[in-house]
């Protein structure tokens, strides 16, 4: 089969180095990389870009940054200071993008840590944009509102951009963390109408998962309604990679190659027939 508009994240395959992941990727025909910070840690980044033209991958996204919250003015001074190193590698890596959990800090309020990532991004956005890195808000399920994002759905995201204003910030649709939300059909087009709308990633919500972070489920295991969401996508214009993002601690004691093998054989059932 072609997987060329597939791409995997690198944390999907943790156990493999990069090396392992841009040749396991490229052998199976998938056509995209977002690769994770992790998974380079020590690399020679420019050996890295090279090795990912010389396959014949397309890079999509550096992940992840954010993190913006925090109580003290030194730690989101801090913060920010992190998410420049990470759009310099970003840039080394001549990946496109950096995707942004945008943090939350317990004890502040969901309005004092939105304020706080709205200024945070803000604050960064023009400096990304002479790196040629878009920034990408990543809404995450209301579950991680209380310590990893004040930005619990596609509407707080929407929202978020409309109020940053600005040509370099964009947004990553993660179905895992939106599927649930009941206009999700008009927050995709309200987001692709004003330009934010730039990565999709696919994986599926199990009702009984073991793990809050660590248990998701190849497509097809969950209840998302992952044709119906797709069609929505593809409604809006989106154009771009489905992008496998998929945490799964099971998955990653087992060989990691049997692992990307389920996940094509699970897109094969469910988007290569649309």
Request: hydrophobic share 35%; proline share 2%.
């Given at each position: 089969?072609?997987?060329q508009?597939?791409?995997?994240?690198?944390f999907?395959?943790?156990?493999?180095?990069?090396d392992?992941?841009?040749?396991?990727?490229?052998?199976?025909?998938?056509?995209?990389?977002?690769?994770?910070?992790?998974?380079?840690?020590?690399?020679d980044?420019?050996?890295?870009?090279?090795?990912?033209?010389?396959?014949?991958?397309?890079?999509?996204?550096?992940?992840?940054?954010?993190?913006?919250?925090?109580?003290?003015?030194?730690?989101?001074?801090?913060?920010?200071?992190?998410?420049?190193?990470?759009?310099?590698?970003?840039?080394?890596?001549?990946?496109?993008?950096?995707?942004?959990?945008c943090?939350?800090?317990?004890?502040?309020?969901?309005?004092?840590?939105?304020?706080?990532?709205?200024?945070?991004?803000?604050?960064?956005?023009d400096?990304?944009?002479?790196?040629?890195?878009?920034?990408?808000?990543?809404?995450?399920?209301?579950?991680?509102?209380?310590d990893?994002?004040?930005?619990?759905?596609?509407?707080?995201?929407?929202?978020?951009?409309?109020?940053?204003?600005?040509?370099?910030?964009?947004?990553?649709?993660?179905?895992?963390?939106?599927?649930?939300?009941?206009?999700?059909?008009g927050?995709?087009?309200?987001?692709?109408?004003?330009?934010?709308?730039?990565?999709?990633?696919?994986?599926?919500?199990?009702?009984?998962?073991?793990?809050?972070?660590?248990?998701?489920?190849?497509?097809?295991?969950?209840?998302c309604?992952?044709?119906?969401?797709?069609?929505?996508?593809?409604?809006?214009?989106?154009?771009?990679?489905?992008?496998?993002?998929?945490?799964?601690?099971?998955?990653?004691?087992?060989?990691?190659?049997?692992?990307?093998?389920?996940?094509?054989?699970?897109?094969?059932?469910?988007?290569?027939?649309?």
């Amino acid at each position: 089969m072609n997987y060329q508009d597939l791409a995997v994240h690198t944390f999907t395959t943790k156990s493999w180095s990069i090396d392992e992941c841009i040749e396991g990727y490229a052998k199976r025909g998938i056509g995209g990389i977002s690769i994770w910070r992790e998974t380079v840690e020590g690399e020679d980044l420019c050996s890295v870009a090279r090795q990912v033209r010389d396959a014949g991958l397309r890079g999509i996204s550096y992940v992840r940054g954010g993190f913006f919250t925090g109580k003290t003015g030194k730690e989101r001074r801090d913060a920010l200071e992190e998410n420049r190193q990470l759009i310099r590698e970003a840039e080394i890596l001549e990946l496109p993008s950096l995707v942004l959990v945008c943090g939350a800090t317990v004890g502040q309020s969901p309005r004092e840590n939105y304020e706080q990532i709205r200024d945070g991004i803000g604050t960064l956005a023009d400096e990304a944009a002479s790196h040629g890195v878009r920034l990408l808000v990543e809404p995450l399920h209301p579950v991680y509102a209380g310590d990893r994002s004040a930005i619990p759905s596609l509407q707080v995201a929407n929202n978020l951009c409309e109020e940053i204003n600005h040509h370099n910030v964009g947004i990553a649709l993660d179905v895992y963390h939106v599927w649930w939300e009941l206009d999700l059909a008009g927050q995709i087009q309200r987001c692709a109408k004003s330009g934010w709308l730039d990565a999709y990633h696919i994986c599926d919500f199990k009702p009984d998962q073991s793990h809050l972070l660590l248990d998701r489920g190849i497509m097809g295991e969950g209840c998302c309604d992952l044709h119906g969401i797709d069609a929505m996508m593809r409604d809006a214009c989106f154009e771009g990679f489905r992008e496998a993002e998929i945490f799964s601690s099971k998955w990653w004691e087992c060989d990691q190659g049997d692992f990307l093998d389920e996940i094509l054989h699970a897109y094969d059932k469910i988007y290569q027939s649309l």
